[in-house]
Structures are given as structure tokens and as C-alpha cells.
């Protein structure tokens, strides 16, 4: 095995470990931490296969900002120490969902490439913006414009029109509660972000 | 051109840089430290520290190694509710970043560890990092003022880094490329108007303001030091820090100010070049002549960022974020814009 192949292999492993732990961590904040884990070790292995941009934009979005997202909106709305009781009724169905799928991927993987040996070529960040914004120019400026509309819509959802709903004073507790209850409903962590982050968005598109 | 860190052993290069890298980090950090003590001192009509020396030489050079000794003998504390690991472990979370950011900085013609293709990329993306120790010192402190400043640097450090990538993405785009270096080179061949040697400071002036402004808000450097406030929420994140892992905070905020105006000096200011259109000698008295140039840039900056320290009162926390979402992110954007249309427009 030379360094790079040894260096993958303890990506993966950590990153594996990492995830598992996502899943299992008897505290949300602590699963969100080891999804930094795991994430970062995903943006290694990307930098092992020459994918240098991807790796940096995987640091720049999911680490810098989705976690950052996620943990903000934990602590906004309730930040408990210490293990708690994940009233989640659902778990071995999960369990037989992601061991499924998991063992779906690895067949179809394994199927497809087999033991073929792949080179890997770094790619230059000026060949990656002729792709991206010359050839592909037109799907990628769709996709924008579906993020900008979801964004604006995601706004005139959270914002409260004037003379609708409660007053903003007695709403304050209202809606934490409001907030604390989806929070307490779905399981994984990246659903719970949901409430969090909308209620970041709030507060900054609103002031 | 090549690192002049590079050797034939790959092991002993990169054992190089990281050891230059690590000692940088402490030195610069202790340098602007002491500057900023005593410039400050000044411009408030005090001495600053004047006794703690290194040998023959007062006037407190010696202050910060002082303090750093008193720091490693202090008790490290860990509050009996808080979360252990998450607490010990914050501070060295927050730090790295930082130190990592300085692998693709240009000192000086071939001073810098690694140029990087994407080298403005890595250095934005990393330091979108250090927000992460923050959350997690503050949640694992169990402490209500600590959890609300890190709520706060969250909230400051999401809207600031906007204006950051943007100022510098518009760099980017008039440089043609994302290297630090490359960005330094290609800036001290811009003419203006086709006569005027030029650094992207003078044509991009919004852009190295927005920058300037958002690196001192990124830093939590007076005024935008709302998460940090110590008359109303005693030092954030930072309350119930103790001894050498409290040291590591203040450490990264040094070494944040140095490695934040390093990347202005490289994007805005010239890099390693004393004025604009400027050449130096080849060979390791063009590297010196460079290295002395960017520090002596990092400093001017630096103790800019002090002298805005010493002059502005705090910012309230709403007045942060509506400056950043209505004034800095929209200038942003429109300085983009209107940089593309240039270079489109301009041969």
C-alpha cells in the first residue's frame, strides 16, 4: 500500500466512524460535531482522488455553513448538556432503511467498477469554470434561479405580514415553543436544522 | 517559481514548513499583541506596559511573553456541568484555522509554503472554520453568557463572511485567477488607463473597505466585538476559559489580525511589492526585500486595525447585522458586477 492509499483508507475510516456516531450520539449537538467529522473526511478523500475545488467548496458549504447552521439553530432553540432520551420510535426501521440502501450502493458500486483502476488526474480550476459556466452555462443558471426563488420563498413564508397572526410581543414564546416542538419531531439532525435555520433567516431578513 | 522551503527529502520539506509556519504564528501573534498594548496605551495618553523587558531592552517587550508564562501556570478549570471534550477541545478547533490559512500565504517572491491553484479558495474556506470552535466552546461552557455570545459571533461571523468571499471573489476576477500568487503578480502589471501602475486597492477602493471592515468584524476586534462584550456578557465564549486554553483564544485573535491583513496586503495592496509596477533583484535579496515589504504592509494594517479599536465605540448587535445585510452585502454585489462589466467592457 503506498502513503496515498494508506492516507484514504484512514478517511474513510474516520469519516465511517464519524457518520455512525451521527446516528447514534445520545446528544444532538455532540451528533452534529461528529458530522463535521465526517464531512471533512469525505472533503479529504475528494482531495485524494484530485478534486481539489470540490474538497474546498465541501469545507466552504458544509463545514463553514450547513454545520454552522445546524448548531446555530440547536443552540437557539434549546441546548441541552449531557445524554438525553431520543424518544424516536422509528429506529429500526431506519436501521433497515440505511443498512438497505447501504448494501444497495456497495452491490451497485462494486458491480459497475469492479476492480477497474480509475487514474486520477487533478483538475485544473480553469478547466472546471469552462465546463461549469461555458458549456454548461444554461442548467447551471437555472439551478440559480430555482435556489433565488426558493430562498424568496422561503422569506415570505417565515416573515409575518402586518395586522397577521399575534402581535410580535407575545409571539416571542409562542414561537420558541413552536420551534422546540419541530425540533423535537424529526430525528436526524439535518431535519432538525430546518426550524434553525429558518429562524435565522428570519431574524436577519426581518429586522 | 518554487517554495524556497523545498528541499530534495519530501519529509524534511514539509517538517520545514510546518515548523516555519507554527513559529510565525507565535511570533507575529506576540508582535501585534505588544504593538497593539502600547500604540493603544499611547492613543489613550498612557505608557502601556513599560517594566516587563528582554534583557537590556524596557519598555514592556517582555509583557506578552510574561503573560504567556502566567497563562501556563494558571489552573485549567473545567466547570463541573460542562461538556469535558467539547470544552477542552474548542479552543484548539478555533486556532487551527488559522494556522492553516498561512500555508498558502506569499511573504516574498518564493516565501510561501504552498502555491496553491485554488489559494484564495482554501484561505476562505478555512477560515469560515474557526466559527465552529466558538459554537462549541460556547455551548460547552453550560453557561448562559457563553452560550449567548456564541450565538452572536455565529450570527456576526455567517452575515461578515459574505462581504469577505465577495471582496475577494471580485479580486478574483480581475486577477484571472484564484493563486495568491498569481493574484499578486498579475496586480503589479495592471495599468490604469493603460499608463498608471495600479494595485487593486485603487480601482477595487470598495472592495478593500468591505474587505478591511469584514475582517475586523470576523476577528470580533472592536467595534464589532458585541459576542465578546465584556461589560454585558463577560467575554462570550470566553467566560469560563482558564489559563493556556483561554491563551489560545486570545492567540487566535492575534494571529487572525496578522493572517486577515496578509490577505488584504496580498489582494489589495501589492503583496511583496514596495510601490506599484515595482521590480526586485532576483535571488534571496528579492525574497528578503519582499518579506520585509508584506510585513511592514501586515503591520501598517494591523495597527489600523488597533487605532479602530481605540477610536469607535461598540456597535449595538442589530445596528452589526443591518450593516452587513443592507449595506455591506448589496455593495458587495453591486462592486461584482460592475468589475465584470469592466473587465468585459475593457480589453
Sequence with gaps: MSIPDLFMLGAFVLGGAAALLVVTARNVVHAALYLVIALVAVAASFLWMGAEFLAWAQVLVYVGAVVVLILFGLMLTRAPIGPMAQHNENRKFAVAVSGGLFVLLVTVIVATFGDATVDVTPVRVADLGEVLYVQWAFPFMVLGFLLTVSLIGALVLARREEGEGPLPDDTDEGSDQGLEDAAQEPGPSDVTSAPGAGDAGQQIGAP | ?347
Excluded: C
Excluded at chain 2, 87 to 109: E, K
Excluded at chain 2, 126 to 131: D, K, R, Y
Excluded at chain 2, 180 to 204: D, S
Design chain 2, 1 to 347: 517559481m518554487e517554495s524556497i522551503f523545498t528541499f530534495d527529502s519530501l519529509l524534511f520539506t514539509v517538517l520545514v514548513k510546518v515548523l516555519v509556519i507554527v513559529a510565525f504564528f507565535f511570533v507575529a501573534a506576540l508582535v501585534v499583541g505588544y504593538l497593539e498594548h502600547k500604540v493603544m496605551g499611547h492613543m489613550q495618553d498612557r505608557t502601556g506596559p513599560m517594566e516587563a523587558g528582554l534583557g537590556p531592552v524596557k519598555h514592556g517587550v517582555g509583557q506578552l511573553v510574561a503573560d504567556g508564562a502566567k497563562f501556563l501556570q494558571k489552573e485549567d478549570i473545567i466547570p463541573r456541568s460542562a461538556d469535558p471534550w467539547v470544552f477542552a477541545l474548542a479552543p484548539g478547533v478555533a486556532l487551527v484555522p488559522t494556522l492553516t490559512i498561512l500555508v498558502v500565504i506569499p511573504f516574498g517572491p518564493g516565501v510561501w509554503a504552498e502555491n496553491l491553484d485554488l489559494g484564495l479558495f482554501f484561505a476562505l474556506a478555512a477560515s469560515g472554520v474557526t466559527v465552529i470552535g466558538v459554537l462549541m466552546a460556547g455551548w460547552a461552557s453550560a453557561n448562559k453568557f457563553s452560550l449567548m455570545g456564541a450565538i452572536r459571533d455565529a450570527a456576526q461571523l455567517i452575515a461578515y463572511e459574505l462581504p469577505l468571499v465577495l471582496a475577494g471573489a471580485a479580486v478574483a476576477l480581475q486577477a484571472g485567477t484564484l493563486s495568491l500568487v498569481g493574484i499578486v503578480e498579475r496586480q503589479n502589471e495592471l495599468l490604469l488607463f493603460g499608463a498608471v501602475p495600479v494595485w487593486y486597492g485603487i480601482p477595487q477602493f470598495v472592495g478593500l473597505g468591505l474587505f478591511f471592515v469584514a475582517a475586523m468584524a470576523e476577528l470580533n476586534r472592536p467595534p464589532f466585538d458585541m459576542p465578546i462584550a465584556d461589560s454585558e456578557i463577560i467575554a462570550g465564549h470566553m467566560t469560563e476559559y482558564t489559563g493556556l486554553r483561554f491563551a489560545f483564544f486570545l492567540l487566535s485573535e492575534y494571529a487572525g489580525m496578522v493572517v486577515l491583513s496578509a490577505l488584504a496586503t496580498v489582494l489589495f495592496l501589492g503583496g511583496w511589492y514596495p510601490w506599484p509596477g515595482a521590480e526586485l533583484p532576483d535571488g534571496p535579496l528579492g525574497a528578503v526585500i519582499g518579506t520585509v515589504v508584506t510585513l511592514a504592509k501586515i503591520i501598517i494594517l494591523t495597527l489600523l486595525m488597533t487605532w479602530a479599536r481605540a477610536t469607535f465605540p461598540r456597535l449595538r448587535e442589530d445596528q452589526l447585522q443591518t450593516m452587513a445585510w443592507t449595506i455591506l452585502i448589496p455593495l458587495a454585489l453591486a462592486q461584482i458586477v460592475v468589475i465584470a462589466i469592466v473587465i468585459v467592457v475593457l480589453p
